[in-house]
């Protein structure tokens, strides 16, 4: 078996064709597979160039730095943990303790059946529930009888209940 100096150069031309196809096909999955990546975990569309473009431009050293700054999260589990959060928040506010006797209580509830301490008031105007210590209804604005408003001017202080009136009527009076 001789040696033969022109199979090997056409052998070394071969295996750097290979790797040569080899290294594009690798680079071109990787700046497919950043965009893929980027797009479902930023909307804004500057970072998604970025990530693509630092990849297309570094190649692998890109991969790296892409892999380390990418964010955390996609843009669904950010979603699903935004929903989980809201609805530990809801839970949380619906499960309030009577101050009375410390069993649960509904939001709904006027009093407590447990051992019959006030909960709620309602809006002698529009019926709805309001916390205790609110003097002004949060749904129709108007405020709770007999309740003292602070910061009211005499002349304020002095004209009767009407909910229109609050803010509107700026007008000094003759
Ligand atoms: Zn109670
Ligand atoms: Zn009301």
Redesign the pocket.
Known sequence: MSFDPASLSNFILILTAWGGAFLAALWLSLVIWTYRDIRIRARDPLARILATLVTAILFLPGIVIYLILRPSRTLEEEYQSTLEEEALLQSIEEASL??????K?REIWLV??????R?KKPCHQCNKLMELPWNICPFCGTPAPGVRRENLTLDEALRPVNPISDETSASPSP
Do not use: S
Request: net charge positive.
């Open positions: 009577c101050p009375g006797c410390g069993r209580t407590c059946p447990g051992c019959h301490i909960l």
